[in-house]
C-alpha cells in the first residue's frame, strides 16, 4: 500500500518553526515526508534532519524527499534518540524540531499493522516493526490489574475494569488474535444504552494499548528537555499532538522550560538559580482551521503547541 498521510496543521508548523534558509531543521516523526518537504523548499544552504521508527515511512519520505537529497539526512530511529542521532553526525546545535505525534493515515489503513478497530486484523500496533512485542502479545500476557490501570490511565475510559476483565475471562478460551476479537470482547463490557451514546467503544482501549505498546508518553515525556536543549538562539520546537495526554505533557514541559524556578512562591527573589529557557509562543495551542477539520477528520483533535529557545 502507498504511504499516504495528509499533513496536519502544515501551514501553521511551517510559519511556527521560522525557518532560516541556512539553518539545521530536525522533523523527529517523519512519516511521509509532508511536513519534511515544505521545510526543504524554503532551505539554501540548510539542511533537514529526518526520523522515523516506521520502515514504510522511511522509504515513502526518502523517494519524496529525492529533489533535496544534498540537503537531507533521512534516519530510522526513534526521536527520542534524537541528540545521540545527530552527535553521530556531529550536530550539536540545531534552529528547529518539528514532531506530529500522530499515527499516521498509512499506518491506520493498512490492515496487517493492525492499529485500527475497523478492521479485522492481526493485532500487531507496532510502530516499529523490528520490535519484538505485539499488541497481541501484550493482550494476552498483562494481568487484569496491569489492563485495568493501562486502559484507565491511557485511555481515559470509565469501563476499564469490566474491559480488562472481559479480555480475561476471553483468554481463558482462546488466545487473542485478531483486531476484530478484540472489538468484540471490549463491545461485550460497555453497556449498549452507554455505546449508544458514545464514540467507537473500542477506540480508547485501542488507543491505550498503542501507548503502551509504544511507550509513547514515557518516550515523550523523558525526551522534551533534552530536545528543548538542543536548539540554538532563536530556535523552535513544535509539536502537534492528537489527545489530552500528549498535550499536557507538553504544556507542562514547556511551561517549566519558560519558568524553571523551583523556589517558594513567598521568596522575595529566586535563591534556585534555575534560569529560563525560552518563552512559549502559543499560550494556547493552535487548532486546525474550520476547512481544514472538514477535509481532513483525522486532524480535528490536533493541537499545536510551540516553544522558542532564547
Known amino acids: 500500500m502507498e504511504f499516504k498521510h495528509r499533513s496536519v496543521l502544515l501551514k501553521e508548523c511551517i510559519e511556527g518553526l521560522n525557518i532560516r534558509p541556512d539553518g539545521i531543521y530536525v522533523d523527529g516523526t517523519l512519516g511521509g515526508g509532508g511536513h519534511s518537504y515544505e521545510i526543504c523548499r524554503r532551505l539554501a544552504s540548510g539542511r533537514l534532519i529526518g526520523i522515523d521508527r516506521d520502515g514504510a515511512a522511511i522509504e515513502a519520505a526518502s523517494d519524496r524527499l529525492s529533489p533535496f537529497r544534498e540537503k537531507t539526512t533521512v534516519i530510522r530511529s526513534n526521536y527520542t534518540e534524537m541528540k545521540a542521532r545527530l552527535l553521530e553526525l556531529g550536530i550539536e546545535k540545531v534552529q528547529g524540531i518539528l514532531l506530529d505525534l500522530g499515527v499516521s493515515s498509512y499506518q491506520l489503513d493498512t490492515l496487517e499493522r493492525g492499529f485500527s478497530y475497523k478492521y479485522d486484523a492481526p493485532l500487531d500496533m507496532r510502530m516499529d516493526q523490528r520490535q519484538a512485542m505485539t499488541a497481541k502479545e501484550l493482550v494476552n500476557t498483562y494481568s487484569e490489574a496491569e489492563l485495568f490501570h493501562m486502559i ?25 488474535e485478531t483486531t476484530g476479537e478484540l472489538t468484540e470482547i471490549i463491545k461485550r463490557a460497555i453497556p449498549m444504552k452507554v455505546q449508544a451514546s458514545m464514540g467507537h467503544p473500542a477506540k480508547k482501549t ?10 509513547e508518553l514515557e518516550g515523550l515525556e523523558n525526551s522534551l528537555d533534552e530536545m528543548i536543549g538542543l536548539l540554538d538562539r532563536g530556535g523552535r520546537i513544535c509539536i502537534i499532538t492528537f489527545h489530552s495526554l500528549e498535550d499536557r505533557i507538553v504544556k507542562n514541559a514547556f511551561r517549566r522550560a519558560e519558568n524553571p524556578c523551583t523556589c517558594p512562591k513567598e521568596f522575595p527573589v529566586c535563591v534556585c538559580g534555575k534560569k529560563p529557557l525560552g518563552t512559549v509562543i502559543t499560550r494556547r495551542p493552535i487548532v486546525p482551521s474550520a476547512e481544514e477539520m472538514a477535509e481532513n477528520k483525522r486532524s480535528k483533535s490536533a493541537k499545536l503547541r510551540i516553544f522558542e529557545h532564547i
Open 206 to 215: 485501542f488507543q491505550a494499548i498503542r501507548i503502551a505498546l509504544n511507550g
Open 152 to 176: 484507565r490511565n491511557y485511555g481515559e475510559d470509565r469501563f476499564a475494569k469490566n474491559i480488562a476483565k472481559h479480555i480475561v475471562a476471553a483468554r481463558r478460551q482462546k488466545p487473542i
